[in-house]
């Protein structure tokens, strides 16, 4: 079954992947904007009309031309409504910060916290081999001492 124009196979086809997750929500997008330029050219379309209808000297449609501008507003309307869901999705899907000083100041904390575990790792890798050394000098010193004491 071929997928519908402008959609994603692969999440009509229940993939689950990233890569289709954001080529899904990039698809929408252009959906959304393909839908407000679509209403945006009718917008300009109806304008012509009422400057055509107004064009005729003593011969507008009055009827004609409300109902063009009734038309107008309702498309202005719903583009509207649909930049703002835009603006909206597109604000809840990346956070922001006004601001870099906190990103920056729990970054600067995090390497401080690595740095500081990295000492403790350094730290207790040396005892290990402060004690792995004397472990071996004092088996060395026990062998000695067993074949000093042996008779020759």
Known sequence: MAAPP???TAATAGGASAASASEVVSV???QDIQTIEE???GCIDIAAEVAEQLSKIGDADKDKVLKLCREFMANIQTAQVHVKEGIKKS???RAFEASSYHARTRAQIAIEKVAMVY???EAMEQVLQLHA???TEHGANAMDTSLADEPA
């Open 6 to 8: 402008g959609e994603d």
């Open 28 to 30: 929408k997008g252009i």
């Open 39 to 41: 209403k945006v050219i």
């Open 91 to 93: 604000v809840n899907n």
């Open 119 to 121: 000492g403790q790792i």
């Open 133 to 135: 050394n004397q472990a």
